[in-house]
C-alpha cells in the first residue's frame, strides 16, 4: 500500500534528524503489530510538527530534549542527544536547555538526563575522532 505525502515528507524529516542508520534499524524492526503505530509516529511527529517551518531543526531539538528529560524518558532523549549531530544543537545548547530542566522540571530529572548527555555527547566524539 501507498503511503500518504505526509509520511513521505515525514520519513525525508525523520531520517535528516536521526540518521539513516536509526531508521533503518527501525524499519527493519517493524512488524505488523507496531506498523500503523510507526506510520502515526512519521505523520504526526515527523511529518506535521518536526517538517513546520515555524522553527530551525536546533530550537525543536532542543525542545524535544527538555521535554523529554522532564518527563524521564531516557531512552528517546538518549536518541535525541544523538541526533543534535544533525540539527545544529551544541554540547553547550543541551547543557543550557538541561539547566532550564532543573528549574521547572526538577534536579532529579535534569541530573539523569547530564548523566545520559555526557555519555551520548562523548559517543559522538569518539565517533567524530
Known amino acids: ?3 500518504s505525502p505526509l509520511f ?3 520519513m525525508v524529516t525523520r531520517r535528516a534528524v536521526l540518521g539513516d542508520k536509526h531508521v533503518d534499524g527501525a524499519t527493519a524492526r ?3 503489530f507496531d506498523d500503523d503505530f510507526q506510520t502515526l509516529i512519521t505523520e504526526g511527529a515527523w511529518g506535521s510538527v ?6 530551525p531543526r ?5 525542545l524535544t530534549l527538555a521535554l523529554l528529560a522532564a518527563l524521564g524518558h531516557e531512552e528517546e532523549f538518549a536518541m535525541h542527544v544523538r541526533a543534535t549531530a544533525n ?17 521547572y522540571a526538577g534536579v532529579p530529572a535534569a ?3 547530564f548523566r545520559i548527555a555526557k555519555q551520548e555527547l562523548a559517543k559522538l566524539q569518539e565517533a567524530a575522532e
Open 87 to 103: 540539527t545544529g544543537a551544541t554540547a553547550e545548547d543541551i547543557k543550557e536547555a538541561l539547566l532550564h530542566v532543573a528549574i
Open 8 to 10: 513521505e515528507r515525514g
Open 1 to 3: 500500500m501507498a503511503k
Open 111 to 113: 541530573n539523569a538526563a
Open 58 to 62: 536546533r530550537e525543536r531539538s532542543l
Open 50 to 55: 518536526w517538517s513546520r517551518p515555524g522553527l
Open 30 to 32: 517493524k512488524t505488523d
